[in-house]
T-cell receptor
Framework: QKEVEQDPGPLSVPEGAIVSLNCTYS??????FMWYRQYSRKGPELLMY????GNKEDGRFTAQVDKSSKYISLFIRDSQPSDSATYLC????????????FGKGTKLTVNP | GAVVSQHPSRVICKSGTSVKIECRSL??????MFWYRQFPKQSLMLMAT?????????EQGVEKDKFLINHASLTLSTLTVTSAHPEDSSFYIC???????????FGPGTRLTVT
């Protein structure tokens, strides 16, 4: 079993839809959770960073962490064509100085 | 968020030559930098972790004599691909963390093509 599992998709939704992206993990020691967005041929861009279980909201994005289930989610409300990208979950135990464990990424297309 | 830059954004070199890629943190001090490579439609593969002023820690299977990493200051790390071969052609991305934060910020990537 991989440490971090993420459905690679692809996921295609109409503009305005609510998108749900998910990752599961097996290492209960993970404490820091990040979501990155990567456009084609660009570096990943940090979207959301969470530490504790619960929800964190930033504009149209909500990150959710359920440590008891080892499950994290990213919700995108009112999705836009500009949200079309690959979304990567990432996590580690000790934070910034430690290497991240990535999911494989989910490719999202939002159709106008 | 914090800004990380990379230079060059793309480079083409001949087989057997060396090429240097720079990674800079523009608005924070990066105590730790990471180097990744990414193949088309695949996730990031960590190559090495470097802490300012100390030797890099390479991941298993990554040749440290081929991929030289120098993290000489809190804002600059370099990756030198020595004696490049066509199979080294890839997208190389750095990330950085520091200033007591837990987040990692990525550079825009460098596309290396070895002919």
């Amino acid at each position: 079993q991989k440490e971090v599992e993420q459905d690679p998709g692809p996921l295609s939704v109409p503009e305005g839809a609510i998108v749900s992206l998910n990752c599961t993990y097996s290492n209960s020691a993970f404490q820091y959770f990040m979501w990155y967005r990567q456009y084609s041929r660009k570096g990943p861009e940090l979207l959301m960073y969470t530490y504790s279980s619960g929800n964190k909201e930033d504009g149209r994005f909500t990150a959710q962490v359920d440590k008891s289930s080892k499950y994290i989610s990213l919700f995108i409300r009112d999705s836009q064509p500009s949200d079309s990208a690959t979304y990567l979950c990432a996590m580690n135990v000790q934070g910034g100085s430690e290497k991240l464990v990535f999911g494989k990424g989910t490719k999202l297309t939002v159709n106008p | 968020g914090a800004v990380v830059s990379q230079h060059p954004s793309r480079v083409i070199c001949k087989s057997g030559t060396s090429v240097k890629i720079e990674c800079r943190s523009l608005d924070f001090q990066a105590t730790t930098m990471f180097w990744y490579r990414q193949f088309p439609k695949q996730s990031l593969m960590l190559m090495a972790t470097s802490n300012e002023g100390s030797k890099a820690t390479y991941e298993q299977g990554v040749e440290k004599d081929k991929f030289l990493i120098n993290h000489a200051s809190l804002t600059l790390s370099t990756l030198t691909v020595t004696s490049a071969h066509p199979e080294d052609s890839s997208f190389y991305i750095c990330s950085a963390s520091g200033d007591g934060g837990h987040e990692q910020y990525f550079g825009p990537g460098t596309r290396l093509t070895v002919t």
